[in-house]
């Protein structure tokens, strides 16, 4: 799979408790096809950081990669925005 062709999402990380490993979970919105309401879907990724930076609650940028272990085949290429600390 070539750079230029590479899906990138966003979404919020749900987990960080395993090492190199984020938990991410990914929103989108599609069309109903019959009643046409806007459906909320979500898919739950898992996606490698190399960094250990992602913490839970901050907003992350994946992309698809090779498949880096057995549920594994995104990794983290920017945190979009920290998590806010009450």
């Known amino acids: 799979m070539s ?4 899906r ?8 960080d408790r395993m090492k190199k490993t984020v ?4 929103e989108r919105r ?3 096809p019959l009643y046409g309401k806007f459906i ?3 898919n739950k990724v898992h996606a490698h950081d190399e960094a ?8 992350v940028m994946i992309e698809e ?3 880096l272990s057995r549920t594994k085949a995104w990794r983290v290429i920017r945190l ?3 998590a806010r600390t009450v």
């Open 3 to 6: 750079e230029a062709n590479k």
């Open 8 to 15: 990138q999402v966003s979404g919020r990380v749900v987990s």
């Open 23 to 26: 938990t991410v979970l990914v």
């Open 30 to 32: 599609v069309k109903h």
């Open 40 to 42: 909320t879907r979500s």
């Open 52 to 59: 250990g930076e992602c913490k839970q609650g901050d907003l």
């Open 65 to 67: 990669c090779r498949p």
């Open 80 to 82: 979009l925005e920290k």
